[in-house]
C-alpha cells in the first residue's frame, strides 16, 4: 500500500473544497414546501462543503504538528474554532415565502422579516443567480447563490408582491 503525504492529503483536500465550492455554484437545487411555507434552504452540497470539507482542511494542518509530537501552539485550536464561529455565523439562512411575507432564519442571528406590501424593490444580480429584496421597514433580504431554486424565487416573489424583478 502506498504511503500518503501530508502535504499530498493537504492539496488534494484544498482541491477538493475548491471542487465543492465551485460545483455548489453550478447545482440548483429545489425549494420545498413547508408548514410555513416554500422554503428555500441552503444548497446540500454548500452545506456540506463548509460543514465537512473546510473543518477537515483545518485539521490536516493540526495533524502532523501532532503526529510528529510537537507542540500544537495555543493559538491555533482557537484560531480554528473562531474561524467555524465567524463560517456559521455569516451563513446566509433559509428563507420562507409564507402567506403574508418573506422570512429569513438564520443559525447564529435573529430573523428577518418583510410583508409583502412593504416590498420596495426586486433586483437581480449575478446573471440572476441572486436576488435581492428591499422592504420600506429598511430589511433586505438577499437569496445568493448558496440558496436552492434562484429561478423559482424570483417568479414566486414576483407573482406574491405584483412587482417585477428589476437587473
Known sequence: MMQVDFKTLQIVTLAALFAVLYAGRMVKGSPRETPEGLAFPLKPLVLWGRVVVLPLYFALF???????????????????????????SQMPGTIVLTPTGLVQKFWLRGTKAISYP??????????????????????SI???????????????????TGKRAVR
Not at 142 to 160: C, D, I, P
Request: aromatic share 8%; charged share 15%; hydrophobic share 50%.
Open 118 to 139: 412593504e416590498v420596495m424593490s426586486i433586483q437581480l444580480t449575478g446573471a440572476g443567480r441572486m436576488t435581492r429584496v428591499l422592504g420600506d421597514n429598511r430589511v
Open 62 to 88: 493540526g495533524w502532523p504538528m501532532w503526529k510528529a509530537q510537537h507542540h500544537v501552539p495555543a493559538w491555533l485550536p482557537v484560531f480554528v474554532v473562531g474561524l467555524l464561529a465567524v463560517v456559521l
Open 142 to 160: 438577499t437569496h445568493t447563490w448558496n440558496h436552492s431554486g434562484a429561478a423559482e424565487f424570483a417568479q414566486e416573489l414576483e407573482r406574491r
